[in-house]
């Protein structure tokens, strides 16, 4: 359940956070509304590749607490999000090499916000999340940050395999982070780097790996077979300071 300060409710309302700077992350249409703003909603959602559920009545009900959605409402950020422009140019100016976290799919807000919390203890320059599939800067992702979503830019990218091209073409390591991987403890962060980390239960899906220059590994000696996303992440970016801190 999102917070209410990121739900907007009615079929105007929608209509112009659709048409203004606004980032929409999510679009509820009523199944059974067919008419005019109904369709222009879905049109305009559809021209911005937003996810639209169509859902029933009670759904809604659950969604908007003043019930006053008109068969429509939708889910948006609560925080302005920054370009990749933005990140690279922030370790440009501490006149460091870059450090990015790459989130592919992560879909709690709650796993979110402590990663950018992470990200912004640990000195990285910022947090790129795709665009479809995945938490954005909700009210509950920016509390779960405590206040480092001020500070960490946060970019929302399309195609995370072309982002990935991008910041290979320049000069930036890309490290993926899953179980069948060499150990962070055996590998150098240092240098230009951005950490991948998967989803919660699939972890990091096939084409955003193979993009990758390397897979890493969190050596673990417990009887379950993985760790929270944002705990390894954590984990993974701490080795990384050291490292880059103790050179």
């Known amino acids: 359940m999102h917070d209410k300060s990121t739900v907007i409710e009615g079929r105007n309302a929608v209509i112009e956070a659709l048409r203004s700077d606004i980032t929409v992350e999510r679009v509820f249409i009523l199944k059974t509304s ?28 659950e969604i908007c607490p003043d019930r006053k959605h008109q068969g429509a409402a939708a889910y948006v950020a609560a925080f302005s999000y920054s370009t990749i422009f933005d990140i690279l140019k922030k370790s440009e100016e501490k006149g460091k090499d870059p450090f990015i976290f790459i989130l592919d799919e992560i879909e709690d807000p709650h796993n979110l916000g402590a990663i950018i919390r992470t990200a912004n203890m640990c000195g990285a320059d910022g947090v ?26 946060v970019a929302k990218v399309t195609n995370l395999s072309r982002t990935i091209d991008e910041l290979k073409e320049k000069g930036i390591w890309v490290y993926g982070l899953d179980m069948d991987g060499e150990s962070i403890y055996k590998t150098a962060l240092t240098g230009p ?39 390894a992440c954590g984990v993974v970016a701490f080795e990384a300071l050291r490292q880059r801190i103790g050179r």
């Open 34 to 61: 067919t008419d005019g703003p109904v369709n222009t909603i879905i049109r305009e959602a559809r021209k911005q590749d937003i996810r639209i559920d169509f859902v029933d009545k009670s759904r809604l009900d």
């Open 128 to 153: 790129i999340i795709p665009k479809n599939r995945a938490a954005g800067l909700t009210a509950t992702a920016m509390k779960a940050s405590a206040g480092a979503v001020a500070y960490t830019p």
């Open 193 to 231: 780097l951005a950490l991948v980390v998967g989803n919660e239960g699939k972890g990091i899906s096939r084409l955003v790996k193979e993009k990758c220059d390397a897979i890493l590994s969190i050596p673990t000696f417990g009887d379950i077979d993985s760790l929270n996303a944002s705990v």
